[in-house]
Nanobody, 123 residues
Framework: QVQLVESGGGLVQAGGSLRLSCAAS????????MGWFRQAPGKEREFVAA????????YYADSVKGRFTISRDNAKKTGYLQMNSLKPEDTAVYYC????????????????WGQGTQVTVSS
């Protein structure tokens, strides 16, 4: 079992940066791939980024490639999403998730989810 808690969301101006954290509990955290998803009001939940269990491989949605960086520290049982050059269209609730399939872009491939953290980017 893995429990996830996101933090680090907030209000930022366009062009600014935020760093989201995802703290995990459970002994098997390092055995799971991690993903970040987001959901804007009235829209489907969409894939943002994924990282393998070791952190050696990463995968990004085209919309955030070059601006966002996913990482993890297995010793601290924490995942991160560094978001730079934020745009108003990045406004959404951001969720971290854990699953056994790396590079899974489909929410159904992830077994564990956090409660989400709101990111709002003003223009």
């Amino acid at each position: 079992q893995v429990q996830l808690v996101e933090s680090g969301g907030g209000l930022v101006q366009a062009g600014g940066s935020l760093r989201l954290s995802c703290a995990a509990s459970g002994r098997t955290f390092s055995g799971y791939a991690m993903g970040w998803f987001r959901q804007a009001p009235g829209k489907e939940r969409e894939f943002v980024a994924a990282i393998s269990w070791s952190g050696g491989s990463t995968y990004y949605a085209d919309s955030v490639k070059g601006r966002f960086t996913i990482s993890r520290d297995n010793a601290k049982k924490t995942g991160y999403l560094q978001m730079n050059s934020l745009k108003p269209e990045d406004t959404a609730v951001y969720y971290c998730a854990a699953g056994i399939y790396y590079s899974g872009i489909l929410p159904d491939l992830y077994a564990y989810w956090g409660q989400g953290t709101q990111v709002t980017v003003s223009s």
